[in-house]
């Protein structure tokens, strides 16, 4: 009898495995022990191993008892191998349970989580029902540790009038959500509540070590009343989030986008809405995600209240490398806000740094906005670019800025800020780049040094009332470039005249005004080319070539020098490049020696030999200027072959030559040039008279052509005077 039952359960549960196993060529699960699993959960053993399963419509009734996972299947994978519809709400009190939805669609089912290990990946949810049992989350995380969320898409328009969330982690005090996980997910979230309820596209209670990472979060949501606990806020004053985070300490938000939109604003006062919403959360980091928060259904000289990053009581929180951007229609004179960035105290320990922020409405606007009304605030803020446009005015609440500092101690530096008024500014408006410009209770410190404020406007900074307080080496750049740049920017409150500065140990001196003109200038001349460095190094001169060249070692043929310019080395065809000297070197032969001969007719004699200078024969063809521009740099003379000086030439028409210019005029002192013949004896200055005897002596055919001039000439004259006489007879 033993037998035989034992044959029969082996038997029943090795059909239930084959109906359990699959194939996983297509990326669905496999279960490979099965038979044997169950087989030892009715033989009583204790042990359970892991199993895989895949779940389709037809057999998850057999996995899941109204709607809650059976708890033999604690550590097993459940694999979702078809889109299912209407599922309702499934539940895991399991641990150890991964769902793994293989890109597959549940249709309006949600769960709900409360079990520690528990793993959601690669799921869609599209959601457009109510589940109030699931507090209307399209997934619930409560009492549970460790849970991972990966890779999942979640779309859900909840109906109208609805509280509803996306994803829901409700700790408690007294049962934290730790460890949670919730990386590479996308939540497109619509709130239709506008007079009731919550909105909460993400909400996280008491999950301390949460990691939220490279998510991306579309929230569209109405505006709504915040409900302030006295003079501060609390998580469940808000009612309309894409985020939000309450006693979450040492948790990270890193890589995520976040995108909020207001779609509807209903008639309540002070509609406002927060894109984040952090509070009572210590030693958190919010790094590298870009937020935007818009609202178009606002019109201009209708306030509203949008704050992107909004933060109540936290200590040591690092908000680094974000790009924020808050722009809205809406905003009026003196009421409404678009601020980035607002923190509420107390807080320390705060570090805003490495940021672009930018925000633009139609009425008052900062970028980032702190207050210490419930508490101290010791704030740090470094290396931010922020751009900021609205509405400023002489009114206390018409303030435009790019930070405004109501704090007990901080330090803001190296800040690139942009403000702008959408009217034409007057001295008297409230627009400036950094301030403490509406009154707080406590005693105010700042550093604020090495900023750059780019403003419409008359001031870098303004402040009421300071103790303690350096405001030094900062730059007011006016957009208007004839702007006035001879004056202080920094305004000071009644409170800090300049004769209490030695009295609160202030300094507000060093600060400078420019234009827009001269900052783009100073720009230009910082920006340095990183590319790769550049190191000449001169070519190899492997022929031994000198660019020390001796003309007289060219050799001329008649009647003249052939293949042009004498003076280009190459140019003989016979030989090579002269490296100098008057001897028969590189190919060239030098026919003119120190023969005392007169050189080749109609050309000068370049030995020099026959004691006649250069200057005697530079009306026979030749051409002084090229001769004495062919300058030898090295020779300490300043001469071509010792030949030409240049040295006292006053002609910008010519160098002289040997105290002669080309144009034949004598220069203010005659300079002696040493011949290239052997003899090198210094050559007497010449008179007009003696050139004009050497021209004669030197040139028998212009002598020729200047008598047979003359000859005609006077016949010309002879004939003339003929005529005249003629006419004066008649």
């Not at 009425?363 to 009304?373: A, C, E, K, L």
């Not at 190191?535 to 001169?541: F, I, L, R, S």
Request: aromatic share 8%; with cysteine; net charge negative.
């Amino acid at each position: 009898m033993v037998t035989f039952l034992s044959l029969t359960v082996v038997s029943a549960h090795d059909a239930n495995a084959t109906e359990l196993i699959s194939d996983n060529s297509n990326g669905t699960c496999i279960v490979s022990s099965a038979a044997v699993a169950e087989d030892n959960q009715i033989l009583g053993e204790v042990d359970k191993p892991d199993l895989v399963v895949n779940i389709t419509s037809d057999n998850i009734d057999d996995y899941f008892i109204r709607g809650r996972l059976k708890s033999i299947y604690a550590y097993a994978t459940l694999c979702i191998s078809e889109d299912i519809d209407d599922l309702g709400i499934l539940t895991i009190k399991s641990n150890n349970v991964t769902i793994n939805g293989n890109n597959h669609t549940l249709k309006n089912t949600v769960f709900s989580i409360e079990a520690n290990g528990v793993t959601l990946n690669n799921i869609t949810l599209n959601i457009t029902e109510k589940f109030e049992d699931n507090e209307n989350s399209a997934i619930l995380i409560w009492r549970a540790n460790n849970v991972n969320i990966y890779n999942t898409n979640i779309n859900y328009i909840p109906p109208q009038d609805t509280t509803a969330y996306g994803i829901y982690s409700e700790g408690t005090k007294r049962s934290l959500n730790s460890n949670l996980k919730i990386i590479n997910n996308t939540i497109n979230f619509e709130g239709n509540n506008p007079s009731e309820g919550r909105d909460y596209a993400v909400c996280l209670e008491y999950s301390p070590n949460c990691i939220f990472e490279n998510n991306t979060v579309n929230a569209r949501l109405p505006l709504r009343t915040i409900a302030f606990d006295l003079t501060t806020a609390y998580l469940y004053s808000e009612f309309a989030l894409a985020m939000g985070i309450s006693n979450c300490n040492n948790s990270t938000f890193k890589g995520n986008i976040i995108n909020c939109d207001v779609n509807e604003r209903p008639e309540c006062s002070f509609p406002t809405l927060d894109a984040i919403f952090i509070c009572d959360s210590k030693d958190c980091e919010f790094i590298g995600n870009q937020l935007t928060l818009t609202d178009f259904k606002s019109y201009k000289n209708q306030p509203n209240y949008l704050y992107g990053l909004d933060i109540y009581r936290a200590d040591n929180l690092l908000v680094e490398g974000n790009n924020i951007h808050v722009e809205t229609s809406g905003g009026t004179f003196a009421a409404g806000t678009a601020y980035p960035i607002q923190l509420t105290g107390p807080a320390s320990g705060i570090i805003i740094k490495y940021n672009e922020i930018f925000s633009k409405c139609n009425g008052p606007n900062i970028g980032i906005y702190s207050q210490n009304f419930n508490g101290e605030n010791y704030i740090t803020i470094l290396n931010n670019h922020i751009n900021v446009t609205g509405l400023a005015g002489n009114h206390s609440w018409a303030l435009v800025a790019g930070i405004e500092a109501q704090d007990d101690n901080d330090i803001i530096m190296n800040n690139i800020i942009e403000i702008h008024n959408i009217r034409k500014t007057t001295k008297e408006d409230n627009l400036y780049g950094i301030s403490y410009s509406q009154e707080t209770k406590g005693t105010h410190s700042y550093k604020v040094v090495n900023n750059t404020v780019i403003s419409d406007g008359y001031y870098l900074s303004h402040m009421l009332d300071a103790d303690n307080t350096t405001v030094t080496n900062n730059t007011l750049v006016r957009t208007y470039k004839y702007a006035d740049t001879n004056y202080d920017p920094f305004k000071r409150g009644d409170a800090i005249g300049k004769d209490t500065d030695e009295i609160k140990n202030n300094d507000f001196s060093g600060n400078r005004v420019i234009t827009i003109f001269e900052y783009e200038i100073e720009q230009q001349g910082d920006e340095i080319d990183e590319g790769d460095e550049f190191n000449y190094e001169p070519p190899t001169n492997t022929g031994n070539h000198s660019n020390i060249i001796n003309g007289s070692g060219i050799s001329p043929l008649k009647p003249g020098f052939p293949g042009g310019n004498p003076l280009i080395p190459g140019s003989n065809s016979g030989g090579t490049i002269n490296t100098g000297g008057n001897g028969n070197v590189g190919g060239f032969t030098n026919p003119d020696v120190a023969d005392g001969d007169k050189g080749y007719i109609g050309l000068p004699d370049l030995s020099g030999d026959d004691g006649k200078s250069l200057s005697r024969k530079f009306n026979q063809r030749a051409n002084v200027k090229t001769v004495n521009s062919f300058n030898n740099q090295g020779d300490a003379s300043n001469s071509y072959n010792n030949l030409v000086s240049t040295e006292n030439s006053t002609s910008s028409e010519s160098p002289s030559v040997n105290g002669v210019t080309a144009s034949g005029t004598i220069s203010k002192s005659a300079s002696s040039a040493g011949a290239a013949g052997s003899s090198g004896a210094a050559q007497e200055s010449l008179k007009a008279y003696e050139i004009t005897k050497n021209i004669v002596e030197n040139g028998p055919y212009d002598m020729i052509r200047f008598i047979g001039l003359a000859i005609i000439c006077e016949l010309l004259l002879i004939v003339g005077y003929k005529r005249k006489e003629t006419k004066n007879l008649d």
